[in-house]
């Protein structure tokens, strides 16, 4: 009974410029005609850009995530989001800078995205937020 459609169009930096995945994703959850909530779970290589160097392909930037959160997640979605650890010092928490950033590119106050991880792999996280437009 669970539907899954994924987007996977090829990514590049030409992609990325024309919009064309952005509108592939939207064509995707536009297909999905059902009343149900949906979970849309970006899956990038390591996450959202680092906020003070230049971001990379493997990056998701923060204008995207924006868009996304905007134009294709509708009410009572959720946005599932994938984050690699950050470099930080060592000792320092990456976690919640990141969640604060991810709260932030989507125009959420802080404290509003959840975080999900396990034990396995103690350098990966989720975030997630259920749009309640």
């Known amino acids: 009974g669970v539907r899954i459609k994924v987007v996977d169009s090829v ?7 024309s919009s064309a995945y952005m509108q592939d994703v939207k064509t995707k959850r536009a297909q999905l ?4 909530p949906c979970i849309i779970f970006l899956d990038p290589d390591t996450g959202l850009e680092p906020p003070k160097s230049n971001p990379k392909l493997e ?14 997640v509708r009410e009572d979605d959720v946005l599932v989001f994938y984050q690699h650890k950050a470099g930080r010092k060592k000792g320092e ?3 919640r800078p990141k969640k604060e950033q991810f709260e932030c590119a ?9 975080i999900a991880r396990g034990k396995a792999a103690t350098d990966v996280v989720f975030f997630f937020a259920q749009n309640y437009r």
């Open 59 to 72: 990056h998701v930037l923060e204008s995207e995530l924006k868009q996304i959160w905007k134009e294709i």
């Open 11 to 17: 990514w590049s930096a030409e992609v990325r410029k």
């Open 106 to 114: 989507l125009g959420l106050p802080k404290g509003a995205a959840k």
């Open 33 to 36: 005609s059902i009343d149900s």
């Open 93 to 95: 928490s990456w976690i």
